[in-house]
């Protein structure tokens, strides 16, 4: 069986330590691609780059994972910036934005995962809460998961793959606010934040608010690869 191709975008940190060294580094915490590996796929990482390349870079995966991180920056929906808004990651921003639209445009199945669901719907022409209490983990401490339930909603994607209520591992302040064009929100937490979201229609495009790279359900993972590779071999699984 193909396993499908997926790319996953990483952080650009000023500075990382591993060894004896401290260097700039793209970095992305190792529960994403073994993710990907445990679903059935091959990761590949794709770090901050020219946007005019993110075209070439769709034509070479099959799949596209947008990473959890830093918050988006407002200006990208017109909004002031909150001082709880933590600090900008232009390269990112501008990069996975790219990356998106240029995934739209080939028809790449897309999952984005928290900060990945923001952007998603924020390159479509949606906002941003830029703060909420009680998402970022136990009594908001920094650096540690909570844990919260998820509705999905009848009837979409997200249902499909998740149909019961579950518990997710999440770590978030940030929201939708306004949902983009085109965007349907497919679950909700028990105090109504939008929780993943999705694009009715042919192309697999899902964002999710939680983790679940940091927990043990491959459902949605898997759901991704296998979308990467019906479209990368369509004539493979037909036969």
Same mark, same amino acid.
């Given at each position: 069986?193909?396993?499908?191709?997926?790319?996953?975008?990483?952080?650009?940190?000023?500075?990382?330590?591993?060894?004896?060294?401290?260097?700039?580094?793209?970095?992305?915490?190792?529960?994403?691609?073994?993710?990907?590996?445990?679903?059935?796929?091959?990761?590949?990482?794709?770090?901050?780059?020219?946007?005019?390349?993110?075209?070439?870079?769709?034509?070479?995966?099959?799949?596209?994972?947008?990473?959890?991180?830093?918050?988006?920056?407002?200006?990208?929906?017109?909004?002031?910036?909150?001082?709880?808004?933590?600090?900008?990651?232009?390269?990112?921003?501008?990069?996975?934005?790219?990356?998106?639209? =240029?995934?739209? !445009?080939? *028809? /790449?199945?897309?999952?984005?995962?928290?900060? @990945?669901? &923001?952007?998603?719907?924020?390159?479509?022409?949606?906002?941003?809460?830029?703060?909420?209490?009680?998402?970022?983990?136990?009594?908001?401490?920094?650096?540690?998961?909570?844990?919260?339930?998820?509705?999905?909603?009848?009837?979409?994607?997200?249902?499909?793959?998740?149909?019961?209520?579950?518990?997710?591992?999440?770590?978030?302040?940030?929201?939708?606010?306004?949902?983009?064009?085109?965007?349907?929100?497919? =679950?909700?937490? !028990?105090? *109504? /934040?939008?929780?993943?979201?999705?694009?009715? @229609?042919? &192309?697999?495009?899902?964002?999710?608010?939680?983790?679940?790279?940091?927990?043990?359900?491959?459902?949605?993972?898997?759901?991704?690869?296998?979308?990467?590779?019906?479209?990368?071999?369509?004539?493979?699984?037909?036969?």
């Amino acid at each position: 069986m193909h396993e499908p191709l997926i790319g996953v975008t990483t952080y650009m940190e000023p500075a990382a330590r591993w060894g004896v060294w401290e260097l700039p580094a793209a970095v992305l915490p190792s529960a994403y691609p073994r993710l990907v590996q445990r679903s059935g796929g091959l990761a590949t990482l794709l770090p901050p780059d020219d946007p005019a390349r993110a075209e070439a870079v769709l034509a070479r995966v099959d799949g596209l994972v947008i990473a959890g991180g830093a918050d988006v920056d407002p200006g990208l929906y017109g909004a002031e910036r909150d001082f709880r808004t933590g600090p900008p990651a232009p390269e990112r921003d501008t990069w996975e934005v790219a990356l998106l639209r =240029a995934a739209r !445009a080939s *028809g /790449t199945p897309v999952l984005g995962i928290c900060r @990945g669901m &923001q952007l998603l719907n924020v390159a479509l022409g949606g906002t941003l809460i830029q703060h909420l209490d009680g998402h970022a983990g136990p009594f908001d401490k920094a650096g540690v998961l909570g844990e919260h339930t998820v509705k999905p909603v009848p009837g979409t994607l997200c249902a499909s793959l998740v149909p019961e209520e579950a518990s997710v591992p999440t770590y978030h302040h940030q929201a939708v606010d306004r949902l983009a064009p085109g965007l349907t929100a497919s =679950a909700h937490a !028990a105090d *109504g /934040t939008v929780e993943a979201v999705e694009l009715p @229609g042919p &192309q697999w495009v899902l964002g999710v608010q939680w983790h679940p790279e940091m927990g043990d359900d491959l459902r949605i993972m898997r759901a991704l690869v296998e979308a990467a590779r019906t479209v990368a071999y369509p004539v493979a699984n037909t036969v």
